[in-house]
């Protein structure tokens, strides 16, 4: 089993910043992959971004130059730099983990959620 707990959210204006972070505990030794996605109000869970265990990052075309998935040297950690917020990025924000390679964008792909942090965008 892996473990996962978001911080970091909060309410900003828009073009402000935010950082996300997620912290994995458990089996993380067999995790290939941990990404990013957000839920706004009435939508359906999106990508956002993804780093694969060798260091291959991937994000949705809509946040491409203003977010950075980065994570800690241990591994353990997950960081997702948000700027120049936009009040579209309102959203419940969670953490995933994986043990698998593929289909790297599909919420069906992640067995290990977070319990989601809120960001809102708004002046």
């Known amino acids: 089993q892996v473990q996962l707990v978001e911080s970091g959210g909060g309410l900003v204006q828009p073009g402000g910043s935010l950082r996300l972070s997620c912290t994995a505990s458990g089996r993380t030794l067999n995790i290939v992959n941990m990404a990013w996605f957000r839920q706004a109000t009435g939508k359906e869970r999106e990508f956002v971004a993804h780093m694969t265990f060798r260091g291959v990052i991937g994000y949705t075309d809509s946040v491409k130059g203003r977010f950075t998935i980065s994570r800690d040297n241990a591994g353990n950690t997950m960081y997702l730099q948000m700027n120049t917020l936009m009040p579209e990025d309102t959203a419940v924000y969670y953490c995933?983990?994986?043990?698998?390679?593929?289909?790297?964008?599909?919420?069906?792909?992640?067995?290990?959620w977070g319990q989601g942090t809120q960001v809102t965008v708004s002046s």
């Open positions: 995933a983990a994986t043990f698998r390679g593929t289909q790297l964008q599909r919420t069906d792909a992640y067995p290990y």
